[in-house]
T-cell receptor, first 113, second 115 residues
Framework: GENVEQHPSTLSVQEGDSAVIKCTYS??????FPWYKQELGKRPQLIID?????GEKKDQRIAVTLNKTAKHFSLHITETQPEDSAVYFC????????????FGTGTRLQVTL | DAEITQSPRHKITETGRQVTLACHQT?????MFWYRQDLGHGLRLIHY???????NKGEVSDGYSVSRSNTEDLPLTLESAASSQTSVYFC??????????????FGDGTRLSIL
């Protein structure tokens, strides 16, 4: 089955700096890659996703890049703000198991003033 | 607005008891999922369903069961609760899509403590 590895497990940046979280996946058939943000005590919420026919997607201060050859994808947050502090999860799914996601273990992002 | 609701939000029970966690969605989604979340493990899939009368085991299904008698509900049952099942449980749903999977919408979670 699919295996998703996520790094780093914790990340501390200063307000205004950029943050990058990286994930690798094992199943070359995976073709859908969402990112979720989870604030303390809250539900995971989708912040951005990318499909395998696209190499990059951007939504305001967040962007995701996908390298299918290397089987890795990354989340980029620019101009970080204190409200970006949360745990971020990457995930992957493949057509053969439509909608079934395998999650990474999460990255705790702390944005300091 | 469509929503996915979990109940109870918090529960404390004893080992050996049967426990059922409820999940109800008004998205009219065919796909529903149960995860447990533990520190250092992220979200791990327990069971999932692609429609009425369909259920499938996830990576950590031992000691858990689900049933899907209608589109809206996927209750999760712990047959005989064990302390190792103390966790936060999340239910999620997603639309059926041809080809690649689609975004999952999560409930607020149930914090379950087994003493």
């Amino acid at each position: 089955g699919e295996n998703v590895e996520q790094h780093p497990s914790t990340l501390s940046v200063q307000e205004g700096d950029s943050a990058v979280i990286k994930c690798t996946y094992s199943d070359s058939a995976s073709n859908y890659f969402p990112w979720y943000k989870q604030e303390l005590g809250k539900r995971p919420q989708l912040i951005i996703d990318i499909r395998s026919n696209v190499g990059e997607k951007k939504d305001q201060r967040i962007a995701v890049t996908l390298n299918k050859t290397a089987k890795h994808f990354s989340l980029h947050i620019t101009e970080t703000q204190p409200e970006d502090s949360a745990v971020y999860f990457c995930a992957a799914s493949s057509t053969g198991t439509a909608s079934k996601l395998t999650f990474g273990t999460g990255t705790r992002l702390q944005v300091t003033l | 607005d469509a929503e996915i609701t979990q109940s109870p939000r918090h529960k404390i029970t004893e080992t050996g008891r049967q426990v059922t966690l409820a999940c109800h969605q008004t998205w009219n989604h065919n796909n529903m999922f149960w995860y447990r979340q533990d520190l250092g493990h992220g979200l791990r899939l327990i069971h999932y369903s692609y429609g009425v009368q369909d259920t499938n085991k996830g990576e950590v299904s031992d000691g858990y069961s689900v049933s899907r008698s209608n589109t809206e509900d996927l209750p999760l049952t712990l047959e005989s609760a064990a302390s190792s099942q103390t966790s936060v449980y999340f239910c999620a749903s997603s639309e059926s899509l041809q080809g690649p999977g689609g975004p999952q919408h999560f409930g607020d979670g149930t914090r379950l403590s087994i003493l």
